[in-house]
């Protein structure tokens, strides 16, 4: 038996686009005479749908889909991810499925048993949860049929009561397939090789893994689609890119020639961001971007990652120094827009800072110049910038980075404004291995660029090493509150500073009001801020 | 047996002051020579503390304030709300728990069964649900402890396999205590009753129930605990105010005089955002607002709830007119700025928006005016609040209203801005509503303020019924769509025209971005903008 793999790229909502896509991939494959051809989880409408899911008549599109893709499985099956509705009368109202259409008709739909609900997810949201397990039968193969998650309940304090490959291997199946949509972060391809590996060995079962690819706002689905044999070796489908592969299913299957890539993950973020950016326009149906160009690394890097997935002549960067800006943020950034071929335009923000200053000396008198003032330039850039997204068509993209984002450095309505924010979940020091990768064939990113102290440029001599500790050591306390859960005793208890420790942390927490206003940020980690990192804003824990 | 009942606000993760609200009970308990107190839902940390969960550190600090109310425990038992680890090995780290503390030890600790996780729930996100069922034996009763949503089970399609009250039943118990945190809507206290009554004459039971009280960000609980007997007669707590109060459970508990309180959901709505308002800044530590205030209905009705939440003296109204505001806008604003005793400033932001288009004239040319140049003047606006408010300390309220944040009809940073949306939960025919509320015993808004036709006074002439239906129908077919989650089709057949139909929810879904971006909304109503509604924003459904 052949079986097709399509890794594809869907659109949450846009049926009209998604099953033109898999019927050309059935025709495809019908060409190719395969006997099954395998989409992802929930390819239908889209993963993740979200709310979506809560209107009945999107459920009903869905299924108008099915009916619309059945159509065409005539000489050949298909396995197609959908939600379905619960019939039973108890439970949530959905279920996440796989349907197996054969000869026109939906012979069996085959539901999620294991849901995940940490982090990005929240399918339990939507689903209630499998409990019954069958395998299917088809071309004297017996398969088991798992969706994503239902591989995944491995480790010795396992996430969840039942685990869905013991109960189907009772039934001696002969391959195991797992339609999934499961989002990248920059170790998460080499988790999943493990995992599936460790299943295929343990059950001694051939597994066909299959991906999407694409970003749905914030979240980025790599692809990296898989096919596994009994002895756990793999042959591994492309990164970021659609793919469409065939797999020879005889006796069993049998990878010959492995094929797994290795690929470093400063690539791999880098590889991400752009196709974030790429799809985030595409699937918006916008062309052009934006941005505040300052100098400074965190806009270089960004404008060399939009430029890679926009072209050049797509976008434009707005160079708007004041007063305090030094003479070289001009000209670095003038050097990158010209190496990047991009359209630039100096707009001084001098006479609308003026004007503005004027208004309110009647109120703000003679008291010092604060971080009002400050805020007030980052501001002016903002509306600067967004008069030409409402005059022109372009999106702001935003340039902040994770470091900034965690502690708060950035002026809400001001550098923290944008449609995306493309580098907000890369930590500084992330950020300067980024540039080098950027760098790694012909210099972009200007030396000086890389080199010169990070600062913000909005009172005099302002460094940001005057308010923070140095980003190596930032970073590294950031990554074991946000990324590893740690709290103050088990962070100092690693060597770091316990006053250090309480002032970042404090400035963490205190700042989850900016963060719930910023841009959605495309997810690299395992810990974004965003729709994965959950907390109050009225909260008072370590702050 | 004396039962106290304590209806408290809860600070998310202030251990010390929650620990001390809950020791002060017990002992205002035990000089009332109490046996049993009764404290709410999580409340050790607060409710919901979302992702501190997720934070060993957090739990181990809600461990120990256990410890320490437990200490207080000598002569009386305590029956109070915690997150508690699963040791089982298997599921999700942590149990809702309730802690049942006698002669200073926990005694027993129960688990929440039902863990609600849909609109503003994520409780699975955190918690494993409880399978075994028993009661606590204590004085020769036998309670049934229950937490929140295990007495929610009970429609015909019910959302859970297992029903907790089913299962305590079957041991006889002579009393059942619900520890809840239980968010308001306007209809909710109603919902509530409803359930509990179903519950007491249902299984034949007296049922205590506690409810938490405060704001938690845009989370409102109203409190409302309640003690019903096994005839369904109801005493019923106060609302949006601590309570104490203690009942008598001799061989039953008997209500002789049922106290159930009558007031219409106006009012309530009204309540809940005084209370929104005041809790947001006192958790916050901030005591003074301020506004832009228009002259219009939505800015006006939200200065009326600030200075009832935290008093005329500490809130600030800044009138900002530009060259499309009409004279009577200025008069408007500041009769009833007046009326209520706030201070105001008069800023022109003429001086700033020339500058700007000045600055901006070499790009613009003599390109015509568009929604670019109205979203400056929104933004220059919002650049002079913010400068107030980093300046002398402010937290600016938004004073959107959830028509337009339905349909966009707003600018992203601009009126857009702000730490807390005060009504944007509101649709704009209930700020009519508000304000004739608001206006019952004397005139506070400005009759003018109420009868004007609604207009954001960006460019000549402009009205809101330029660009969108008038408020009565557009309303309702926002409430369908996001209340009610009806689609297109279900909508249209309630006799709304089709074209208007889908002009307005493809505004709604393309419009995602900007409530993204949005400040925290005090959420009044079944389904609030924010963390009770999820969609993706690159998403293509109905759009």
Redesign the interface.
């Known amino acids: 038996m052949k079986i097709a793999i399509a890794q594809l790229n869907f659109?949450?909502?846009?049926f009209d686009?998604n099953v033109e896509k898999i019927v050309a991939a059935i025709h495809n494959a019908k060409r190719a005479n395969a006997e099954l051809i395998v989409f992802s989880e929930l390819a239908v409408c889209?993963y993740?749908?979200?709310?979506?899911l809560?209107?009945?008549?999107?459920i009903?599109r869905c299924y108008h889909s099915i009916d619309i893709i059945a159509k065409e499985c005539d000489t050949m099956a298909a396995i197609v991810g959908s939600p379905s509705y619960n019939t039973k009368?108890?439970?949530?109202?959905l279920f996440n499925s796989a349907f197996f259409i054969e000869n026109k008709k939906v012979k069996k739909i085959v539901h999620k048993s294991l849901l995940p609900?940490?982090d990005v997810f929240?399918e339990?949201?939507y689903f209630e949860p499998n409990l019954t397990f069958e395998c299917i039968q088809y071309k004297n193969k017996k398969i088991a049929l798992t969706i994503c998650e239902d591989l995944w309940n491995t480790s010795?304090?396992?996430?969840?009561?039942t685990n869905p490959m013991e109960e189907l291997s009772k039934h001696h199946p002969d391959v195991v397939i797992n339609i999934a949509a499961s989002p990248f972060y920059y170790h998460q391809s080499d988790a999943r090789k493990e995992i599936l590996k460790n299943n295929a060995l343990q059950y001694h079962l051939p597994i066909i893994y299959v991906n999407q690819i694409g970003?749905?706002?914030e979240l980025l689905f790599d692809g990296g689609s898989m096919i596994i044999d009994r002895k756990g070796r793999i042959e591994e489908f492309d990164y970021f890119k659609e793919d469409f592969r065939m797999v020879e299913f005889k006796e069993d299957i049998t990878i010959e020639k492995v094929k797994i890539s290795n690929v470093q993950p400063i690539q791999k973020i880098h590889d991400a961001l752009v196709m974030g950016i790429r799809?985030?326009f595409q699937?918006?149906g916008f062309q052009k971007a934006i941005l505040g160009l300052s100098g400074g690394l965190d806009s270089a890097v960004t404008l060399a990652l939009a430029v890679e997935a926009l072209g050049s002549e797509n976008v434009l960067a707005l160079l708007m120094p004041s007063h305090f800006s030094s003479e070289h943020s001009v000209t670095d950034a003038k050097e990158i827009a010209e190496t990047l071929h991009v359209s630039y335009?100096i707009?001084?923000?001098e006479?609308?800072f003026?004007?503005?200053e004027?208004?309110?000396k009647p109120?703000?008198k003679d008291?010092p110049f604060?971080?009002?003032?400050e805020?007030?330039q980052a501001?002016?850039r903002?509306?600067?910038l967004?008069?030409?997204c409402?005059?022109f068509g372009y999106i702001l993209l935003n340039t902040s980075n994770k470091s900034e984002a965690a502690v708060g450095y950035g002026t809400?309505?001001g550098d923290m404004?944008g449609?995306l924010s493309v580098i907000g979940d890369v930590y500084k020091t992330q950020v300067y291995e980024l540039a080098d990768f950027i760098n790694k064939d012909q210099i972009i990113i200007p030396k000086n660029t890389i080199e010169k102290p990070p600062s913000a440029e909005l009172k005099p001599d302002q460094k940001d090493s005057d308010s923070l500790p140095p980003y190596p050591i930032l970073d590294k306390i950031l990554y074991e509150y946000i990324e590893h859960?740690?709290?103050?005793?088990?962070i100092i208890q690693l060597g770091y500073d316990e006053q250090l420790v309480s002032i970042i942390l404090k400035m963490v927490n205190i700042n989850e009001?900016k963060r719930?206003?910023?841009?959605?940020i495309l997810r690299i980690s395992p810990k974004a801020f965003g729709?994965g990192?959950?907390?109050?804003?009225?909260?008072?824990?370590?702050?």
Do not use: W
């Open positions: 659109h949450i909502g846009n686009s889209g993740p749908p979200r709310d979506f809560e209107f009945d008549d999107f009903d009368g108890k439970g949530k109202h609900n940490y929240d339990y949201r010795n304090n396992p996430l969840y009561t970003a749905q706002t799809d985030y699937k918006l335009e707009i001084s923000i006479n609308s003026s004007s503005l004027d208004t309110l109120y703000f008291l604060t971080i009002a003032e805020n007030m501001r002016i903002a509306i600067i967004m008069a030409f409402n005059k809400l309505y404004c449609g859960c740690f709290g103050p005793d088990e009001y719930k206003q910023s841009p959605p729709m990192r959950r907390l109050p804003i009225v909260g008072n824990y370590l702050s």
